[in-house]
C-alpha cells in the first residue's frame, strides 16, 4: 500500500486529504490516483501524469516528476504544486 | 521618445523645496526598462558613494514602466528603490495599484527624492510638479495608516497616496511604505522617508499613456488575461499564498522558532487550508489584475472582528517563527503590522530571535522584558507596538533589526540571528532547500524570496534540495534574471508560471510586450543581456556602498546546526558544498572568484558611466 497525500489545489479538487493506492511506480500510483478522485483532471492530472504545476515528494524528501520512480509497500508520497512562491 | 514613456524624471530636493524635471535618453529606458531597473541607476546616479541612508543625502527612486497604465493584467504596479538602513546595500521594493498607475499619469516616468524636508510634511505631485505641505497634525499621531490614508484622501482628493506608519516616523530599519492596503515592505523604505520627514507621497495625473501600437497591446492583453485564468496560477486564485504552510511543514521546510525546527505542531491550525475553511471572508486584487491573490480571513480580538488580508510570509514569521499557534493572534499581529508599517518579515524575524535569546537567558538586563518566550502570543502583539515607536528597551533594540540587536546582545547571538546582510530570512528553511540557500547568500537585497526564485529550482523535481549541483546554481541564476525584468516591466511574479507555458518563454513575452508598447525593435536576446545589466547594476551599487566577499554568507545556525525534523532530518548547509554553488554563481555572472567585478565586464553592460570608478 502506498499511500498519496495531497496539499492545496490537489486536495480542493479531491476533496480528500489522502488516497490510498497499491502501486510500485510513481507512474502508477497517480495513475489509481486518478482513477480514485477523477476531480483531479484536467487540473493536476491528465491520464495519469502530472501537469506541469504539480511535483511529488516521496516520504516528503526527494521531489521528483519522474514517474519511473519505483515504491516501496509503506512508502508515502505528497502531491503538491511546485510553484511554491510568496 | 519611444511611446509608453514620457522621457523624464522628476526630482524634488526636500530640503530647498525646489523640483525639475531631469530628462533621461532613450538608451536608460532601453537599458533598464522601468521599475527596478530605472530606480536602480537613477539612485546610482542620484548619490555619491557611501551616503547614509538615513542622512541629509540620501535619496527614494520610485519608478514606474511602459507598462503601467495600459490594460496589461497585473501591470499597475510600482517600484520603490532606496539605500537600505538595514543592510546598507540596494534595496528595491514593489507595490501596485493607483498610486502606479496616477504616479505615471503625472507625466513622469520616475520620481526621486533628495533630501530632507525642514517639517514633517506630505509630498503632492502631479502634472504641475511638487509641492510640500507641513503635516504636524498626521505627524506622531496614534492613528493607523488606513485611517491617516482616509483623511488625506478626504483632504487632497483625486491623489493616491503612500504613507509610512509610526514604525516609519520612528526609523524603525524595516518600516514599509503602504498604499491603498499594499506594502512596499522591505529593507526600511520607510524609515528612509521618516528620516527626510515626509510622512507621505501622493500622485495624481491625466496625462495620456502612449502606445505604439494600440491593437497589438489590447491582443496582448486579452491574450494574457485569458491565460492568466489557467493551471499555472489556479493555487494563488483558489488559496492565495497561505497555500505553501501545510505543504512547507511537511516537507520540514517550514521555519519554525527562529530556524530551530523546521516542522511546527500547530501548522494544522495556521494552514491555509483550514483558514479557508473556517474564516474566509472573500478574495481581492491589486488594480488592473485577473489573478485576484488576495485572501481575507476574519480574526477576532476580544470583541473586535477585523477582516485581515493574509500573505504566506507573514503567517510564517508571525506563527510559526514566532512559535505561535493561534489563528487569531497571527492575524491581528499581521494587521498592527500593516497599521504600524512594520515589515512582517523582519518583525516577526527579530521577534522570534529575541525570544530565542530571552530562553537562553540572553536579555537578564531587559527587565520585565526578558521574560517573552516562543508561543507568547501576548509579548509578540505588545513588542510589535514597543518595536514600532521605540518606547521599551527592548523595542528600541529590535528596532534595529536581528544583526544589530544580536551584535548589542553579544556572546553566540550573531550565529542565530536569522538574516543575510542584515536583511531577516523569509519562510524558505535554507537547509531543507539549498539552491534556496545560495540564493539567500549571494542576494544583493540580502535573504529574499523575490529577487531570488532558487526556491523554483528546489521545488523543481530537477535537482536535490538537500545537496544541488553546479547545475542548480546556474539554474538560481537564471531565476534571478527573470525575477529583475518581471521588476522592471513591471508585472506581477505570479504570471511566472504562465509565461513558463509561453514559446520562447518570458523574455520573448516581454519582448513582445515592449515592442507593442514602445515601438521599439527589441528581441529577447536583448531583454536577456537587461536582466543580465539590471543585475549587475544592482551588484555594483553595492559595492561602491562598500559590499565584501564576506557578506555572501549564511549565519552558523545553517551551516552548523542539522535539522531534526522529518524528512529534512540531518540536513546542513555544508559550508564548502555552499561555497562551490557561489564559486558557480560568481562564474555564471562572469564575476570574479572573490565576487568583484572587472571593468571590462561593466563596459560589456555599458555599465561604464555609473561605475567607472570601481575596478
Ligand atoms: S496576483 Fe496578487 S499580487 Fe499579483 S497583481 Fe494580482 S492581486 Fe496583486
Known amino acids: ?86 | 521618445m519611444a511611446a509608453g514613456y514620457f522621457g523624464r524624471y522628476l526630482r524634488l530636493d526636500l530640503t530647498t523645496g525646489v523640483s525639475t524635471r531631469v530628462p533621461i535618453d532613450e538608451a536608460t529606458l532601453r537599458h533598464f526598462i522601468g521599475g527596478v531597473g530605472l530606480g536602480t541607476v537613477l539612485l546610482t546616479r542620484e548619490t555619491s558613494a557611501r551616503f547614509d541612508p538615513l542622512g541629509e543625502e540620501s535619496c527614494v527612486a520610485f519608478a514606474f514602466s511602459p507598462l503601467v497604465g495600459t490594460p496589461i493584467t497585473t501591470s499597475a504596479k510600482f517600484a520603490v528603490v532606496c539605500k537600505s538602513p538595514l543592510t546598507g546595500r540596494l534595496n528595491d521594493a514593489l507595490s501596485s495599484s493607483d498610486f502606479a498607475v496616477l504616479g505615471k499619469r503625472s507625466g513622469h516616468d520616475a520620481i526621486v527624492l533628495r533630501g530632507r524636508a525642514e517639517e514633517p510634511c506630505i509630498v503632492l505631485i502631479d502634472e504641475a510638479g511638487a509641492r510640500i505641505e507641513p503635516c504636524a497634525d498626521l505627524w506622531g499621531t496614534e492613528k493607523g495608516i488606513s485611517q491617516l490614508d482616509e483623511q488625506l484622501q478626504k483632504r487632497h482628493p483625486g491623489f493616491a497616496f503612500a504613507i509610512i506608519g509610526t514604525a516609519g516616523e520612528h526609523g524603525v530599519r524595516y518600516a514599509t511604505l503602504s498604499n491603498g492596503g499594499r506594502h512596499a515592505g522591505r529593507g526600511g523604505i520607510g524609515a528612509v522617508l521618516g528620516s527626510m520627514r515626509v510622512k507621505a507621497v501622493g500622485v495624481r495625473g491625466r496625462s495620456p499613456i502612449s502606445l505604439h501600437a494600440p491593437n497589438d497591446v489590447l491582443e496582448i492583453s486579452r491574450d494574457l488575461a485569458k491565460r492568466s485564468l489557467g493551471n499555472a496560477t489556479a493555487k494563488y486564485r483558489e488559496l492565495g499564498t497561505v497555500a505553501n504552510l501545510a505543504t512547507f511543514n511537511r516537507l520540514a521546510v517550514l521555519p519554525t522558532r527562529n530556524f530551530q525546527s523546521s516542522q511546527f505542531e500547530g501548522a494544522d491550525a495556521l494552514s491555509g487550508e483550514q483558514l479557508q475553511a473556517t474564516r474566509a471572508q472573500g478574495r481581492g486584487s491589486c488594480r488592473n489584475c485577473t489573478i485576484g491573490c488576495e485572501h481575507f480571513f476574519s480574526a477576532r480580538r476580544g470583541n473586535e472582528t477585523n477582516r485581515v488580508k493574509m500573505e504566506y510570509e507573514s503567517l510564517f514569521a508571525l506563527g510559526p517563527l514566532c512559535g505561535v499557534d493561534d489563528p487569531d493572534t497571527v492575524l491581528a499581529a499581521s494587521h498592527l503590522c500593516d497599521e504600524f508599517g512594520l515589515d512582517t518579515i523582519s518583525a516577526g524575524g527579530t521577534i522570534a530571535f529575541a525570544m530565542e535569546c530571552a530562553e537562553r537567558g540572553m536579555l537578564e538586563s531587559y527587565g520585565e522584558e526578558s521574560t517573552i518566550r516562543f508561543g507568547d502570543a501576548e509579548a509578540l502583539l505588545e513588542l510589535l507596538g514597543h518595536i514600532a515607536r521605540r518606547d521599551t528597551p527592548l523595542g528600541d533594540l529590535l528596532a534595529d533589526g536581528s544583526q544589530r540587536a544580536a551584535d548589542v546582545i553579544g556572546g553566540d547571538a550573531p550565529d542565530f540571528a536569522p538574516h543575510v546582510k542584515g536583511m531577516e530570512i523569509p519562510g524558505y528553511e535554507p537547509r531543507g532547500l539549498q539552491t534556496m540557500a545560495l540564493g539567500f547568500a549571494v542576494g544583493t537585497r540580502g535573504a529574499d524570496h523575490n529577487r531570488s526564485g532558487a526556491y523554483e529550482v528546489d521545488f523543481s523535481g530537477e535537482v536535490d534540495r538537500f545537496a544541488p549541483n553546479e547545475h542548480a546554481a546556474r539554474l538560481a541564476v537564471q531565476t534571478e534574471n527573470r525575477a529583475s525584468v518581471i521588476d522592471s516591466l513591471i508585472l506581477c511574479k505570479f504570471l511566472r508560471g504562465v509565461f513558463a507555458e509561453t514559446e520562447g518563454g518570458l523574455y520573448a513575452a516581454a519582448s513582445h510586450m515592449l515592442r507593442a508598447v514602445t515601438g521599439w525593435a527589441i528581441d529577447a536576446a536583448e531583454i536577456e543581456v537587461a536582466a543580465e545589466r539590471i543585475c549587475l547594476a544592482k551588484k555594483l551599487f553595492n559595492i561602491r556602498e562598500g559590499w565584501s566577499r564576506s557578506e555572501d554568507t549564511l549565519p552558523k545556525r545553517f551551516t552548523e546546526q542539522a535539522l531534526q525534523d522529518g524528512p529534512a532530518k540531518g540536513a546542513v548547509v555544508q559550508i564548502a558544498d555552499l561555497e562551490k554553488l557561489i564559486a558557480t554563481y560568481y562564474e555564471t555572472r562572469g564575476w570574479r572568484s572573490d565576487g568583484s567585478v572587472s571593468q571590462e565586464h561593466i563596459r560589456t553592460y555599458a555599465l561604464d558611466r555609473e561605475f567607472a570608478s570601481l575596478t
Open chain 1, 1 to 86: 500500500m502506498v499511500r498519496i497525500e495531497l496539499y492545496g489545489v490537489p486536495r480542493l479538487r479531491a476533496g480528500v486529504q489522502a488516497v490510498d493506492v497499491q502501486a510500485s511506480t510513481i507512474g502508477d500510483a497517480l495513475l489509481q490516483l486518478q482513477r480514485a478522485c477523477p476531480q483531479l483532471e484536467p487540473d493536476v492530472l491528465t491520464g495519469g501524469k502530472l501537469n506541469a504545476a504539480y511535483v511529488v515528494a516521496i516520504d516528503g524528501g526527494t521531489l521528483t516528476r519522474d514517474p519511473q520512480v519505483p515504491l516501496n509497500a509503506g512508502d508515502t508520497l505528497v502531491l503538491l504544486t511546485s510553484q511554491a512562491g510568496g
